[in-house]
């Protein structure tokens, strides 16, 4: 169902994280078949030792590239014919450069991939088989969502929760008594109201949310009434929740409690200067759990994490951080995959990495990392076991509904935002929307 996008992260291919650090898998039937054993260099390469420059490119906060270029140094030292050009930027603008690379038939030889975006990408004929490529220390639950008719496409790169993050100071410094994991939708709600009249100027409650396709989905999913999307490609978001969901909204909207509509569009998540959380101007915001080490960076020891909130049932769910590809149009695949298998199964890459895209996929490296996580990344890992008890199952779902999930659902939410459509006509419209793409 979910198609993630921002984040990241639509949007779990797991429902225990614990399987992650517990479960062998095996190589999951006619998935990609083991180069080698987990953590082996592979320093044979197809190439011999003919130089070759891979492209590679992600986006994600300055922790994530440091890591990352770290990476890549070492596997350069180690293979010394293999060198790289990276690129690397923010999530702002990624999906389309990258799209418009590979229409052009010049995508980078190795590409980072938000789930969501997989099963248009590998449908498509995108992205080259990654045979090569040992899985056996991952857990085929998180394999699932980088497939297609049974062969691996995508290799997934961590496991994170997907929750909410707040301003544990602001809130202290208001007298107002955190949120608890396992909190439900009513507290959140209340909470809000709570803070009214305590607010000073030009500080919110959250972000205007209202039609908002994650903060949604989890609502929705927390009501019981599944998915937004059909993993079989229908329109499926509930008229009656999606009028309780906007309609509170509206409710915050009309008394000051999220930002006026062009404060709200200006944010970009982790910048200094443009992130509404850490200019102060909001209290709440939803976040991955991996994400924690690059807001606490920001503002050492001002925030917390906390689970979504819940109704019926869980609101919050674990998936799949990310996913490692290769593109067709490579002329490098096999070092390319060759790469892959290092940066995914290799100890030492492990140790760089951290948990800059997760809890490592590879189990052997997951429980060798958590016994020795700073206390930051321990914040991270309590979100996941507070999520894992009864998250929500995250499906990559149906190809085809990028557009709609990028462009349709934030064009309803402006309108929104900016009172030109009622909550009403707001679910006319994506309901409308929606048979373009059924």
């Known amino acids: 169902m979910f198609k993630w996008k921002r984040l990241l992260t639509t949007l779990v291919a797991v429902t225990m994280v614990g399987a992650l650090a517990a479960c062998g898998g095996g190589t999951n039937g006619n998935a990609a078949k083991p180069a080698g054993a987990a953590g082996e260099s592979n320093a044979s390469t197809s190439s011999g030792n003919e130089p070759v420059k891979l492209r590679i490119m992600w986006w994600g906060a300055q922790e ?77 639950k998180l394999l699932a969502g980088g497939q297609l008719d049974g062969t691996q496409y995508a290799i997934p790169l961590g496991s994170v929760a997907f929750g909410m993050i707040y301003d544990k100071a602001a809130l202290d410094k208001l007298g107002v008594k955190n949120p608890e994991n396992g909190w439900t939708w009513d507290d959140f709600f209340a909470l809000a109201k709570e803070l009214k009249g305590k607010l000073p ?108 909130p819940r109704a019926e049932e869980a609101g919050g769910w674990l998936k799949p951080s990310m996913y490692l590809s290769v593109s067709e149009n490579s002329e490098h695949k096999a070092e390319a995959v060759e790469f892959i298998n290092w940066f995914v199964n290799d100890p030492e890459a492990s140790k760089i990495l951290k948990t800059s895209r997760g809890l490592p996929v590879n189990k052997d490296n997951a429980t060798a990392l958590e016994s020795s996580m700073s206390e930051v990344d321990k914040v991270g890992m309590e979100l996941l076991r507070a999520t894992e008890k009864d998250g929500q199952t995250w499906t990559a779902g149906p190809g085809g509904w990028t557009n709609y999930i990028d462009k349709d659902f934030p064009l309803v939410h402006d309108q929104l935002s900016f009172g030109k459509i009622t909550p009403e006509e707001a679910y006319k419209q994506l309901k409308e929307a929606a048979m373009a793409y059924e």
């Open 201 to 308: 100027s030009g500080q919110y409650f959250t972000k205007d949310y209202a039609a908002n396709y994650f903060m949604y989905s989890a609502y929705q999913y927390s009501k019981g009434k599944g998915t937004v999307i059909t993993d079989d490609g229908k329109f499926n978001i509930d008229e009656a929740s999606f009028m309780e969901w906007t309609k509170h909204f509206e409710e915050l909207r009309n008394e000051g409690l999220v930002p006026p509509a062009d404060v709200n569009s200006s944010d970009k998540e982790f910048d200094p200067q443009m992130d509404l959380m850490v200019a102060g101007k909001i209290l709440f915001r939803y976040s991955f759990s991996n994400n924690y080490g690059a807001w606490d960076s920001i503002k050492p020891g001002a925030y917390a994490l906390v689970t979504m």
């Open 64 to 140: 994530r590239h440091e890591a990352t270029l770290a990476a890549l140094d070492l596997y350069t030292k180690n293979h010394p014919n293999i060198t790289f050009e990276p690129e690397y930027s923010g999530m702002d603008g990624y999906l389309d450069k990258l799209s418009t690379q590979a229409a052009a038939k010049n995508a980078p030889d190795i590409i980072q991939l938000d789930p969501g975006w997989t099963p248009d990408w590998s449908s498509r004929k995108q992205l080259a088989p990654l045979d090569g490529v040992d899985v056996s220390k991952i857990d085929p």
